[in-house]
């Protein structure tokens, strides 16, 4: 993807959380010459702190605009992040782990396709990825491809003809590349959050699954993460 694929002026919805691959995923939007509308779902997470990494990455990321939208799923439960559940420490394991929030990524996609059409966007960025992604259903490419046809039968854009495209350009990338792409792009990976148990001082936990990945990535494109870790 180019500037010059994208014809000036045309709109792009940014699901933006304030992890690594939502920066990536948008730098690599603004990269293609989209004007970027950056959507945040602040769900009551267990690690809030990416809420305000966000609004600094929709700031950096040069966002048109950036909506914080509400949305408390701890009234629903199920995950460490939105319940009273220990986030693990002891390593990724085989299966879909306790962090795992029922149906997110169906939700948020949900939302940020409201807005898209709202906007008059057509292009729709998430920075899922079927590689690194702790054995989340909804980072799939499956998923992706159904959520694609999903969005043609329920708006009002898709019955009269328009085409929504979900750009999912981490979907197939190893921690190591996105971070290598990250650099690429000129991106400030310190201003990003990924940890899932912020602890009191303000650091990433560094042994939450999150960190595993996020530090892996790192260590294999041999590059410094400038986030702060209470483990490292």
């Not at 292009?123 to 499956?142: K, Q």
């Not at 854009?157 to 197939?172: C, K, N, S, T």
């Not at 148990?197 to 410094?224: I, T, V």
């Amino acid at each position: 993807m180019t500037q010059t694929d994208v014809p000036a002026g045309r709109k792009a919805v940014v699901l933006l959380s304030g992890g690594l691959d939502s920066m990536v995923s948008a730098g690599l939007a603004r990269e293609a010459g989209y004007e970027i509308y950056a959507l945040t779902i602040d769900y009551n997470q267990r690690h809030a702190c990416e809420i305000d990494a966000a609004k600094v990455l929709a700031k950096e990321l040069g966002a048109v605009r950036h909506v914080v939208l509400p949305l408390d799923l701890r009234q629903f439960g199920g995950s460490a992040l939105t319940d009273d559940i220990d986030v693990p420490k002891d390593g990724l394991e085989p299966g879909i782990p306790v962090t795992y929030v029922p149906a997110r990524n169906l939700v948020f996609l949900s939302l940020t396709l409201a807005w898209a059409e709202a906007v008059g966007a057509r292009d729709i960025f998430i920075g899922v990825n079927a590689l690194d992604y702790s054995g989340y259903p909804d980072c799939r490419p499956e998923f992706i491809a159904g959520f694609t046809e999903v969005a043609r039968l329920a708006t009002k854009a898709g019955d009269e003809g328009g085409e929504f495209v979900i750009h999912a350009p981490l979907q197939f990338l190893g921690k190591g590349d996105i971070v290598r792409e990250a650099a690429r792009l000129g991106l400030d990976v310190g201003l990003s959050w990924s940890c899932y148990d912020p602890q009191p001082d303000g650091s990433a936990c560094g042994l939450c699954d999150s960190c595993r990945l996020r530090l892996g990535g790192f260590a294999e494109a041999g590059l410094e993460d400038k986030l702060r870790y209470a483990v490292k």
